[in-house]
């Protein structure tokens, strides 16, 4: 089952934007969702993930303070909201999943996430 991400954009620097993930997956809360990123010539890395329950989440900590990921089963949906940007946030965002045994485990290793997105391209200009 494929996962989709929308609403990548271009934003100034100090500003804010949200993007969001969405799963088909059923039950559609069975997954851990995570959220990585890939800047030209970099690896992919770890942004944050959060339980299949919702309740238990987790950050980089370049992202710390700023960013805020959160998930609504019921709409089979995550977001990631994006706030105070640097130039140093532009990447390619994408989402990614997989299945959670228990409600509030979570990752941060990429190697754990199965299902990927096709990413969103987020741009913050100086």
């Known amino acids: 089952v494929q996962l989709q991400a929308f609403g990548g954009g271009l934003v100034q620097t100090g500003g804010s934007l949200s993007i969001s993930c969405a799963t088909c997956?059923?039950?559609?809360?069975?997954?851990?969702m995570g959220w990585f990123r890939q800047a030209p010539g970099k690896e992919r890395e770890f942004v944050a993930t959060?339980?299949?329950?919702?309740?238990?989440?987790g950050y980089a900590d370049s992202v710390k303070g700023r960013f805020t990921i959160s998930r609504d089963n019921a709409r089979s949906t995550a977001w990631l909201q994006m706030n105070s940007l640097k130039p140093e946030d532009t990447a390619v965002y994408y989402c990614?999943?997989?299945?959670?045994?228990?409600?509030?485990?979570?990752?941060?290793?990429?190697?754990?996430?199965?299902?990927w997105g096709q990413g969103t391209q987020v741009t913050v200009s100086s």
């Open positions: 990614a999943a997989f299945y959670g045994r228990l409600p509030h485990i979570t990752s941060q290793d990429r190697s754990n996430y199965h299902r």
């Open positions: 997956r059923r039950p559609c809360n069975t997954d851990v």
């Open positions: 959060i339980s299949r329950s919702g309740a238990v989440t």
